[in-house]
């Protein structure tokens, strides 16, 4: 029989499952996504139904012969990170990303790492877009669909501010023509984003557009419920 001892783990979703237990998806740095069922959770005053909850660093155990494990321990590792408003709907749209993009029992320490500070940032002052915009960079990148976003595509040579490229989502930039083609974007909006500089309005635009465009893909035609929450 597996067992998986006291890993750092994050729930991402959590579900009912039969008449006392819940169906927890969770993210680790060594297995990646895992489902698991914490039974009887459900029933009365579980002192661990309040641990299924996003947002809360986590150390949990975990056995079982099949993919689907029996969650056997879970206790906290730290404070839940208090996000409210659209960081809260933040947090629940990087949730939903892992949920829907990432493969079961798939390794991924530096995107858990990333995941980590990225909450810690949504709890603290730091730029919404900024964090989104860097946390979808590192997903992407992980998932082996990341693009050079400081050299074009064609010859491998730096971005120029003054120049327009258009995004192949399977080789990155290419060098267009001239300004005011559809889905035109200046180098000196993509060199900004390369080195995650937010601060225009335009630059936030474009690297949301690009980020949608990358991530499709992978997402399908399903929308993200989480991104409901921001309109």
Not at 34 to 56: D, M, T, Y
Not at 70 to 80: A, P, Q
Not at 113 to 128: I, K, M, S
Request: proline share 5%.
């Amino acid at each position: 029989m597996h067992r998986i001892e006291l890993q750092p783990a994050f729930v991402v979703h959590a579900r009912p499952y039969r008449d006392t237990s819940f169906l927890v998806d969770c993210f680790t740095p060594d297995h990646g996504r895992v489902c698991a069922v914490a039974r009887g959770v459900r029933r009365g005053k579980n002192n661990q139904r309040s641990l299924l909850n996003p947002f809360i660093p986590l150390l949990i155990s975990l056995q079982g012969k099949s993919s689907l494990k029996l969650l056997t321990g879970i206790e906290t590792s730290g404070h839940r990170l208090d996000l409210v408003g659209t960081r809260l709907f933040s947090g629940l749209y990087l949730n939903e990303l892992l949920l829907r993009v990432l493969s079961e029992w798939d390794s991924c320490p530096d995107l858990f790492r990333h995941y980590t500070e990225a909450l810690g940032e949504l709890a603290c002052e730091v730029d919404v877009e900024l964090v989104l915009r860097r946390f979808e960079k590192h997903l992407l990148h992980e998932l082996g669909y990341g693009i050079d976003w400081r050299c074009d595509a064609d010859t491998g040579q730096l971005l120029k501010p003054d120049a327009w490229y258009r995004l192949d989502t399977q080789s990155g930039f290419i060098p267009v023509g001239a300004a005011g083609l559809a889905n035109a974007y200046s180098g000196a909006c993509l060199m900004d984003i390369a080195s995650d500089q937010y601060a225009l309005p335009d630059t936030k635009r474009v690297a949301k557009h690009i980020s949608r465009a990358l991530l499709r893909p992978l997402l399908g035609e399903q929308p993200l419920k989480s991104r409901q929450l921001f309109l």
